[in-house]
């Protein structure tokens, strides 16, 4: 069993940023992917961003170059960096895990950007 804890989310302005972070309860190397998905209202949830088995990042095309996916030194975190946060950014974020074709989410946490 994994345990995916996020914080971090909150309201912001448009244009501001947040840092979201996903504590895991074991290193994140044990994972074959992890990342972060979105899902806002009335709509299916996303993809946002999230490494690959192969150590790569892949990012959804609406957030590269705003938002950067990162690991944690302590190796059982990551962090998702959101700069220039527009209102159609708003949503629930979820961090998730994968491991062996058996997927764990967090609990999600709400980010909201106002106009």
């Known amino acids: 069993q994994v345990q995916l804890v996020e914080s971090g989310g909150g309201l912001v302005q448009a244009g501001g940023s947040l840092r979201l972070s996903c504590a895991a309860s074991r290193t994140i190397f044990s994972f074959n992917a992890m990342g972060w998905y979105r899902q806002a209202p009335g709509k299916q949830r996303e993809l946002v961003a999230k490494?690959?088995?192969?150590?790569?990042?892949n990012y959804a095309d609406s957030v590269k170059g705003r938002f950067t996916l990162s690991r944690g030194n302590a190796k059982n975190t990551v962090y998702l960096q959101m700069n220039s946060l527009k209102p159609e950014d708003t949503a629930i974020y979820y961090c998730?895990?994968?491991?062996?074709?058996?997927?764990?989410w967090g609990q999600g946490t709400q980010v909201t950007v106002s106009s």
């Open positions: 998730a895990a994968s491991v062996f074709g058996v997927d764990f």
């Open positions: 490494f690959t088995d192969g150590g790569s990042s």
